[in-house]
């Protein structure tokens, strides 16, 4: 592959800069819970809302995921406050949690 094109199709998340800068919402998050929120913002791809896993060995190298709770804790955080909605219930011997971004307050995602 050239190098331009590879260039050309770098991927990322995106967040809205008045998200970020001025929305309440997003600053009243703990930093643990704006970590999950991202990484489970890169997984989507467009078509997969509702359908993304986040696996707590994704993040456990990460400043404040030491343990399973502070996973957890993030993600019931986002729930709370409506960033995200929990679509599949996993757990011990199961299938993994299943979610969904819902769009509520972020206005990059596209809607299936």
């Known amino acids: 592959m050239r190098k331009g094109r590879r260039d050309r199709f770098r991927s990322f998340v995106a967040l809205e800069r008045k998200v970020l800068l001025h929305d309440e919402a997003w600053k009243s998050l703990s930093m643990k819970a704006k970590i999950f929120y991202l990484y489970l913002k890169a997984k ?16 456990r190298d990460q400043q404040g995921f030491s343990c399973k709770s502070s ?16 679509t599949d219930p996993g757990g011990l011997y199961r299938n993994p949690n299943l979610y969904e971004l819902t769009g509520q307050f972020d206005g990059m995602l596209s809607h299936d």
């Open 71 to 86: 996973f957890y804790g993030a993600a019931r955080e986002l729930q709370n406050a409506g960033w995200i909605k929990r």
């Open 44 to 59: 989507y791809n467009g078509q997969n809302n509702g359908k993304i896993q986040l696996h707590y060995s994704e993040l």
